[in-house]
């Protein structure tokens, strides 16, 4: 089946309106009419080729949210007209230890990204949200539960917000905790949100003094203009657990410095270049930990959704048509999102 899609050719090309192809649903399948896509970081990192390692056409979008317009012989979790969302992840081997725990991020086969991942299907890789339809494995597919209404703005949360639910609830982010979120982007905001929901004292962390009211409206208790060196060393040895958002290498000593003993520093933003290697004495002399986190899984993702749902959490977003997504990236690279761009996907039609 065809669809109209945005994508690229290559890395130093814009994106442009393209066909793609559709498998027909298998008896597992759920196809999906998409609605709206959410515009995350990596999709920029990827269709640049950042990562290196893009396969091109790269059709990039893992914040996909939309309607069921068919199903398989064997779905019974789904039907026709189903609000439904789906993620950075489309299958996985479903048989080794992490797909066991429901951890299929962590695969020890190798998960399939929503985009860029190895597939039987043409063209032999995964292509993504920023297209009319898609066709997904119904393990991979979530459920939506927020009023229809919110539905554009529940998009991030298929990136943005399980990218950081996932560590503030590994971590332990709760009442009596004191937690730091890094860049106040599209990961960063939902951060923001999430970790005032859970309840603990919630700490932004910015570059841009034009966020900092902002930064207090999504929830945070207090703003730290990360610039600002006084600023900084007022919080020095105070957090139990800082996430870090930030797409660009810059220099960790900062924020581990600010950890308690036994504190953790989180590392989810994945940026081009590799950071300056941090001081090991910080880490030594208080027992301090630097980390990283990876999405989340499947069941970790529908707990986050119906999380959301019930605190009233949604992203704070700025809609665009397909044809405005090279603007959007550009702002994007220059912390100009607020905070996060999202596809209104009925664009492609035109
Ligand atoms: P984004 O919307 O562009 O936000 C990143 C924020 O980082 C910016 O808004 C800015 O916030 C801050 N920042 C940017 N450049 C900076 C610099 N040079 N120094 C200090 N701060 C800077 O990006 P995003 O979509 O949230 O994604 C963030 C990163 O996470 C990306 O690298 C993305 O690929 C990665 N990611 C990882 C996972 C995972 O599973 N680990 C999942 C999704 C995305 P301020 O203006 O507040 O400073
Ligand atoms: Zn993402």
Known sequence: MKTKAYGAHASNKPLEAMDIERRQPGSHDVQIDIAYCGVCHSDLHTVRSEWAGTLYPCVPGHEIVGHVSAVGSEVTGFKVGDTVGVGCLVDSCQHCASCGEGLEQFCENGFTGTYNGKTPDAPGHTLGGYSQQIVVSDRFVLKIRHPEEQLAAVAPLLCAGIT?????????????????????GGLGHMGIKLAHAMGAHTVAFTTSESKRQDALDLG???????????????????????????????????????????????????????????????????????????????????????????????????????????????????????YRFVIDNASLAA
């Open 164 to 184: 950081t639910y996932s560590p503030l609830r590994h971590w332990g982010a709760g009442p009596g905790k004191k937690v730091g979120i890094v860049g106040i």
């Open 220 to 338: 945070a208790d207090e703003v730290v203009i990360s610039k600002d060196p006084d600023d900084m060393a007022r919080h020095a040895g105070s957090f139990d657990f800082i996430l870090n958002t930030v797409a660009a290498s810059h220099d960790l000593d900062a924020y581990t410095r600010l950890l308690k003993r036994d504190g953790t520093l989180c590392l989810v933003g994945v940026p081009e270049h590799a950071h300056p290697s941090p001081n090991v004495g910080t880490l030594i002399f208080g027992r301090r930990s630097i980390a990283g986190s990876l999405i989340g899984g499947i069941a970790e993702t529908q707990e986050m959704l119906d999380f959301c749902a019930e605190h009233g959490i949604v992203a704070d977003i700025e809609m665009i048509p397909a044809q405005k997504i090279d603007q959007a990236y550009d702002r994007m690279q220059r912390s100009d999102v607020r």
